[in-house]
């Protein structure tokens, strides 16, 4: 089974997109045409470091010390990433709180009752 590093490299950065999806455990196997989600777009080098980041908790300090590079560099790189995944990412930025997330701002302080009866009627 090829990796999806490998994938990649084959590809050369070009678009592709799935056709099928085989679901191992089931040997069930689903034919059409699938887009990739807009992360797995991103050469693999930047998955690497997407991943590296998200694994440390968005510390840029962590981030010079894994990758032994200054800040700038560091930032430059989200910059650029940033930018390659902005036409593409289509998720909500700021997605409806849930219920759960309300209870806890409410009993932490963070909202009042009111705030709170509002944010659970959206």
Not at 13 to 28: H, N, Y
Not at 90 to 102: G, H, N
């Amino acid at each position: 089974m090829a990796e999806w590093k490998d994938l990649t490299q084959m590809t050369g950065g070009a678009r592709m997109q799935i056709e099928r999806v085989c679901l191992p455990d089931t040997q069930v196997a689903i034919e059409g045409v699938f887009e990739l989600p807009p992360l797995a777009q991103l050469p693999f080098e930047d998955q690497v470091f997407v991943a590296a980041f998200v694994r440390s908790h968005g510390s840029i300090k962590e981030m010079e010390r894994l990758f032994g590079v200054s800040y700038p560099t560091i930032k430059n790189r989200l910059h650029r990433i940033s930018a390659l995944l902005e036409p593409s990412l289509s998720v909500e930025t700021s997605p409806a709180p849930s219920r759960q997330d309300v209870l806890d701002r409410l009993e932490r302080g963070e909202l009042t009752p009111q705030q709170a009866v509002e944010a659970l009627k959206r």
